[in-house]
């Protein structure tokens, strides 16, 4: 059986009759879960909105964040591309210095290609950052590759310039040449026979210096020669200074290009103060002007491969 709840509405003011009804008993349960529900499906509500306006500002800042890691992100990628660009054109130059010295192309430290990893994505981000990480890898092989390559380089340099110091390359006394090399009239015998240097007149005890460094092998008189300095520069060259006046050095003195050695005179067969320069490659008398104001370069790209 139903039970039924009567209920009294009483107004304030005197005179009127209270309003009277009664609810069955299932009536007021089923209102209170009613209202039960609308209250916390409106406390639901609130807090949904809530939390979808809290969500809403996030994923605003995010989208902010991200434009700006994106801009980051191009903005590494261009420097990444332009450190890249950079260390290919460190390679070019240094393909540049190996064909000026007479060596071979580099191509034994360069990785030939490296594969960028294909990316199915139209996202900004992932594109930009596997650029980034191709360069990288890149720069990585390409700086490990370039730092052996100078290494390479700089060994070879060393000995090419240990090997050109040995080279008769400079003029033992500025000047110029009055007499070259070849068949010509003695000055002094009359007769024709081969003058095997060049003279150079200058001024007695003028400064005389080795056309390359070596050792002191004989300093005396040498007939004709007059006093007499011979060098030996271990490579199969010789030189020869004669009419001298004067040495500063001895047999066995090891020297430097460029060394003072000794003065001029005009000593032995001589007209006036000059001095006869000689150059000999396995003790064969050769041209001293070949190797007059020879440079590195020259020498690496031209005498290294033939004397």
């Not at 980034?132 to 990585?140: A, D, P, S, T």
């Not at 000593?267 to 003790?283: D, Q």
């Not at 020498?299 to 290294?304: D, E, F, P, Q, V």
Request: avoid cysteine.
């Amino acid at each position: 059986m139903n039970k039924k709840y009567t209920f009294l509405i009483i107004p304030h003011k005197s005179g009127k009759k209270p309003i009277e009804f009664n609810l069955n008993k299932w009536v007021i349960i089923s209102t209170g879960i009613l209202v039960t529900i609308l209250i916390l499906v409106f406390v639901g509500t609130v807090y949904y909105s809530a939390k979808m306006a809290d969500i809403s500002v996030k994923y605003t800042q995010m989208e902010s964040r991200n434009r700006k890691i994106l801009s980051q992100l191009t903005e590494y990628s261009e420097k990444t591309e332009t450190l890249k660009n950079t260390l290919l054109g460190l390679k070019e130059k240094d393909q540049e210095i190996r064909k000026m010295l007479g060596l071979r192309p580099n191509t034994r430290f360069f990785p030939l290609t490296l594969k960028k990893k294909p990316l199915n994505t139209d996202d900004p981000l992932r594109s930009a950052l596997n650029n980034i990480l191709y360069n990288l890898r890149l720069v990585e092989e390409y700086s490990q590759a370039q730092n052996k390559s100078y290494d390479n380089l700089n060994s070879s340099v060393v000995s090419l310039k240990r090997d050109f110091d040995r080279m008769p390359s400079i003029w033992p006394l500025y000047g110029y040449i009055v007499a070259g090399f070849g068949y010509r009239l003695h000055p002094i015998l009359g007769i024709v026979q081969m003058h095997t240097g060049i003279d150079i007149p200058t001024f007695w005890g003028a400064p005389i210096r080795v056309a390359a460094s070596g050792d002191v092998i004989s300093v005396g008189w040498d007939g004709g020669y007059g006093y007499a300095a011979i060098v030996d520069h271990h490579n199969g060259f010789r030189t020869i200074y004669a009419h001298l006046s004067k040495f500063l050095v001895k047999s066995g003195d090891s020297v430097k290009k460029g060394q003072l050695i000794a003065l001029a005179g005009s000593t032995g067969l001589s007209t006036g103060p000059h001095l006869h320069y000689e150059v000999r490659y396995n003790n064969t008398p050769i041209n001293p002007t070949r190797y007059l104001n020879l440079d590195i370069f020259k020498y690496s790209n031209m005498l290294r491969r033939a004397i």
